[in-house]
């Protein structure tokens, strides 16, 4: 097969133009109701319909499986020690949230924001109002299914709670830690979100974030840094000279297929954002941000790797992998005005951000496991302060005053419920359990628990 | 006080360890370790290709007991680990001249 | 990009409703044909067959992918030495349900099972009947490619095959599961499928299973009950005291990434089952359906951390990962007609019948090594009797007479062929083979072959 | 639900039955433009462009994901010492690549082939043509988003790139590696892909490849081939005695895992190679390419599997893994023209293939990793050669045309940029980081650098 | 010259290699072992059963010294790896014959 | 009969192996362990942070044989192991008292 556009105009969609061809005066009444209504035209409601639900589906799933990836990133990059727990925990996590999503957060997010002052919705149980009555399609204003709404707005609160448990991995509790993923998803996402996304204060201020490099992912990293800062480094992480010594992960093919998870992931997080799918131009938006977020991923790569070469003398794998998450990140915030080229700067300028972010946290002490703060939070400001280079629509003023009171909020109602945590139920093990490892202090149950191939457990 | 060192078949350290149990043994290191021996790996085939397979997963044990334990704890291993096949494994005796515990500075007997 | 329903309903699909403003006649129209033919009206025929078609590859792909999830979680909770042959077991299970299901089970399970008094259909080789004729599209009454119907039905049944490979894990031959595989792919499930799917009498007389609590997950969970009981439990697991001996996992990030794959290709095995995307209530049924997927499974996730804890003072992961299983399960009979409250309550009962079976099972000395009785046959049967609290069209008696029949005779026609296989090959190794582990012992192929990391291979 | 495929007509598609059933004149008139333009009539231009466009986006995120797949059975065939580089290089390789691919190979590969004679495009940065103008549908004679099918090659060239590194791996440098692969995705894929992808020379002369069984597989085989010569086998892989000593892969759940994904991604490999989904007619293909390609990998799986047994006597997972990719490449080349049991045979003959080839390369002491030559050169020429026993439309007589064409460039221009590297840069690591192994070696970080379990890191 | 067997806890590694570096010892030998004593381990539950952790993650250093250098060693050790808990684990000392390097075919006190 | 207990580069393993297969030795046990000496690892970097290594990956081979084989014995090993770089190990020799072959209740030079 002959895969040249000329030779599929020809073959597969013949029928189309031919149609078209045939009955000019058709074409003519089409072409003009396309300036009025382009999109629309020749792609019917409830088709349409199907198409927005669809991407819903298909790009809710792919965001869903970004759990998996959170969890093997995650897996590989903490020691042995404390991967079944980061597995409990990563399990917990996608669970936890999607209750609270559904139980208050959907609604406290979307449900009335404008009558609330633009600060929050009105919280409560998520019910769909689909235009289904009495099993027939009535047709419908918002042109997709409620809950396919619901699932995909659902897995984008999942991956902010995913970006905590790896920062504070290690040695924190597991259940303060789940109380806040809590509160994080049941509460703090969602107020945030309706500032924007809810069409709230922040949306009217003309802030701009398509597909959350701020509303979600700097979020995840303001919840983490908060929790990071009271939990203190894991022990042994700084000497007391200020020296860092690095605790490498125990098993980087986990952590790569985490990464590469969270790669395919995107496509639907970023591409999903378009919100609809039911015309050319929604589709062709679509494919254009999946174009652009694999070449902002596969610039914060090459960028890691050659900064890293650079640098240090050697490639650093972990970078390189923090690389693509950073330059996805950094795209993130509008993955569909820039042309191929700017995408491209943008995702490397992502990685060399995480190059050197990575080693000035450990500066400063703040002992973030997995690399979550550099990917998230400073490449999602980042990608949240480019967006006027390419969006004419955007402007500095408006992504600095959402970037600065989003994480203003964030930081500080993260921080207060760590501390109340902290003051409470206490949020770290003791140093012998941190020592031990939280697999076999807290749960009783090792990741990898034979001993040695040959042996029968011991 | 002997070092009684035995290198055993991985699945008969449950029987030893209780064997030594019944000995009032209170304590013991085991290692994960690999044996050359008269038994012989079988001739394995990998992608098409055959080899030999030298080396077979085995225990160490290594035990520090008085002097006149070693008797019946080479008897106890050697009745409990035995499987009659060839690969067993092989105990071996050494003298170890002291010994002291970490905890509490106690050493020889005392220690172990 | 503000998400607010309201904005997209302006944006994105503004054309839709334009057209239907712009020409009230014409919505009227539509308005009162959506009564008659509520559906189809605003679809063309042949966009539906694409979308119902497309519907089957998607949610096909996702099904296809769980016999990695399985191979993930199998071989994440048997031990090191048995893990080589858990893969090779799941790649053939794979491999050879989808041929057996080709050359005879579709058939068997679907082709005029009507004539043969509703028990089985008429077996032989799969033929497409697809509705394109000298190249050109001639209409069709089934509304999708049969060959993507093929693939999706196939999916299915190398799901049932895996769940048996799970427990009777660590212990069996090679040939003879393999055996055993092709005559359930091809004979057992395909002949009770008849009954249901297949339009026989099981569904005549009234039982409903929307994606297979019964026909596909108990059917599994029987077949591999059969099994454990002639093999016999693993040396040591249980003492001569009645004492359990539990044998860990070697591997639980794998056991989790299976976990998670499983999750995700769940949204294809219920979402799929909806059989149709080419209408809005196709598409609509589809999204609540992936909607109470994860609610049911999120319960049973939140259900079983929370109940090892309560029980046993710790958090089990292996329970939590079975605890999402058995409360996508349990939704599987009817993943769409409950409220996200009855399907978050559907899924925690699930997790807590996960939580106790296991150690049930146990008492019984039936030794399953991976939890599958409990997650595909005991949540299969609480799945199946739940569907008449929310689904009106259904009834308990009905509801048990299909559990019930369906049981007895996967039970006992996968206990005569284990049996068979019992007399004839043997299904079980030597106790020195089990001491030694299957891998090195039947295949000669360690999973982890190297003596260390450090040392070259041995 | 009963799934027959009657009950299904009566209710999933009812309407569209009933509309054609309501108005003859209608179903007539239908029928009759059908045969004029069958494919298209009831599918709008727009509805057929956001299909083709859904497509190639759909199956582009399946092929980006095996990427993941070529990563992980690559990690699991390799030595633990060599593992983080065979990450490293994995990540590398989708990276540079989709850079490379946007920067000249695309345009290189398809720019105005015609023009330039039918050996190669106008090389330059991609940029889209979309039918969008002003914000407005323009309508489009390709027929779907440019964006999309851009991401869509791109995919394809990154796997070519991930076959070579399986084959040479654990003994070449990671700089020269890369380089090689900027050179074959920018300049050498693109430039055979011109010739038939394009419409190029090779498409006039009738040859058939409708995924790339050549054009992808083969070359992939042919680059390593070359690579593989120039670098000689690992030490103490071939006795001087021509003894062969095998070297088992690390970690086999890994490999089996890359398997699998593999095996999905093939799904969008060969289903997206339809290159449009905008008709009855196309999903149909689609569909039945799924099929095939199921069919012919289970077959692969089957035969490796029962060969291996015996020949061996034994099951050998590897050959099983390799099997399975064996027969996907096989039925590659033309994935919808066989029946399901010609789709059986390609494939089985494919698994037959990959087990006698593999001990056959290592007689010529040729040291593959992973066997990647086998499964994607050998089989891909087996592909190429069987597409004229079902598709009338091809001859033997182009296919090896094709076959020796391209073979022919590919392998010399490999042998000659390997050649330069070799004399420049140098590609092997001496023998002392060799037996180190490239993870410590090169890169400074081991993939498990823990040492143990129960112990700290070392 | 002594052969200086240590059983330790995992986590105090890197203050005996560091107390040991204080004495000037040049070279060691690590390997990790399973643990049998007085500790026990936690009762665990597996999937609603219970059963008993015998065998604690432990570390074995082997230090080959001149025999005037024992006492040091043995004493850097003990304090270095105490910790006052039930598990801190033991010193055993045995007497080595000979010693070779390697490398240079040097012997005994020069070798080590 | 005593114990010849030689710490190696573990790329040697092979070659030691052959070796001593060359003197008719018909067992010896391997463990994999970690060296720290006079070789000292890399510095390597990880995430920005440089660290050194200190413990490099090294083979155990325990070998018992009898008196007379000793010199031998270490004399094989030293030239399969030696690679004239520093790390590449130690030979100690150690006094056996008693060894058993499990399987049949042989002593001493018959159980080796
Ligand atoms: N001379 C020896 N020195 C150290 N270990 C030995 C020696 N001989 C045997 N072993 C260990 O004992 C194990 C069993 O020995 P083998 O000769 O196979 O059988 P058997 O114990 O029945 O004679 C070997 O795998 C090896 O680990
Ligand atoms: N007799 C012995 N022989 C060999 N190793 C021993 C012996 N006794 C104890 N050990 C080792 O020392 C470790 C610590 O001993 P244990 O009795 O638990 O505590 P403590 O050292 O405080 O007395 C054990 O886990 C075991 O590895
Ligand atoms: N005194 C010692 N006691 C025990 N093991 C030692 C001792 N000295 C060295 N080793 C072991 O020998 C290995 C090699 O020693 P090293 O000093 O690095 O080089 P070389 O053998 O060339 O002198 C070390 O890694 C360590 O495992």
Request: proline content about 4%; hydrophobic content about 50%; some cysteine.
């Amino acid at each position: 097969m002959i895969r040249t556009k000329s030779q599929i105009a020809l073959a597969a969609v013949a029928g189309a133009a031919a149609v078209a061809l045939a009955d000019p005066a058709l074409a003519q009444e089409a072409a003009g109701e396309a300036v009025a209504e382009p999109a629309a035209l020749p792609v019917s409601a409830e088709t349409a319909y199907i198409f927005n639900t669809l991407s819903f589906m298909i790009h809710g799933f792919l965001v869903m499986f970004m759990a998996a990836g959170f969890a093997m990133l995650e897996g590989g990059l903490v020691r042995t020690k404390n991967t079944t727990m980061q597995m409990t925990k990563n399990i917990g996590i996608y669970s936890f949230a999607g209750l609270m999503y559904w139980l208050i957060g959907y609604n406290l997010m979307y449900n009335g924001v404008g009558d609330m002052g633009g600060f929050f919705g009105m919280p409560g149980p998520w019910g769909a109002a689909d235009p289904i009555v009495d099993g027939a399609y009535q047709g419908d204003a918002a042109g997709y299914a409620g809950a396919s709404d619901w699932f995909f707005q659902m897995v984008f609160v999942a991956t902010t709670a995913s970006i905590v448990s790896g920062v504070v991995a290690e040695r924190i509790k597991l259940w303060p830690f789940l109380i806040f993923v809590i509160v994080l998803t049941g509460v703090i996402y969602p107020i945030q979100g309706a500032w924007q996304w809810g069409g709230g204060w922040l949306a009217d201020a003309g802030f701009s974030d398509f597909a959350g490099s701020t509303l979600v992912h700097s979020v995840g990293g303001w919840a983490a840094l908060a929790g990071a800062i009271l939990l203190g480094a894991r022990t042994g992480k700084y000497g007391p000279d200020g020296k860092v010594h690095p605790i490498p992960g125990a098993n980087l093919p986990l952590a790569t297929l985490g990464t590469f998870i969270l790669w395919l992931g995107w496509f639907g997080f970023n591409g999903g954002s378009q919100l609809a799918m039911g015309s050319a131009i929604d589709v062709t938006a679509i494919a254009t941000i999946y174009m652009n977020t694999n070449l902002a991923a596969a610039a914060g790569v090459t960028v890691a790797m050659v900064l890293t070469q650079a640098i240090y003398g050697k490639v650093d794998l972990t970078m390189a992998l923090n690389g693509a998450l950073g330059g996805l990140v950094s795209i993130t915030a509008e993955p569909l005005a820039p042309s191929p080229i700017m995408a491209i700067l943008i995702g490397g300028i992502g990685g060399v951000l995480v190059v050197l972010a990575v080693p000035t946290l450990d500066k400063l002490k703040i002992d973030d496991v997995v690399g979550a703060i550099p990917v998230h939070l400073v490449c999602g400001i980042w990608g949240t302060l480019a967006v006027p280079l390419t969006n004419s629509g955007a402007n500095f003023g408006s992504q600095i005053l959402g970037i600065v009171s989003i994480g203003a909020f964030v930081f500080v109602a993260s921080f207060i419920v760590w501390f109340v945590l902290k003051m409470t139920m206490g949020i770290r093990i003791s140093d012998e359990e941190e020592a031990i490892g939280l697999d076999k202090a807290e749960l009783g149950l090792e990741a990898y628990p034979e001993f040695g191939r040959g042996s029968q457990a011991l | 006080m002997k070092l009684v060192m035995a290198i055993i078949k991985p699945f008969k350290l449950d029987e030893v360890r209780e064997a030594l149990g019944a000995l009032e043994i209170q304590g013991l290191t085991v290692s994960e370790v690999k044996g050359f021996g008269r038994q012989k790996g079988q001739t394995e085939i990998y992608r098409g290709a055959e080899y030999q397979v030298n080396f077979l997963p085995k225990v160490k044990i290594e035990i520090v007991v008085a002097t006149d334990m070693v008797e019946r704890v080479v008897e106890a291993i050697t009745s409990a680990a035995r499987t009659d096949k060839i690969g067993d494994g092989k105990i071996f005796v050494m003298d170890v001249e002291k010994a002291v515990r970490i905890r509490t500075g106690e050493t020889d007997a005392d220690a172990l």
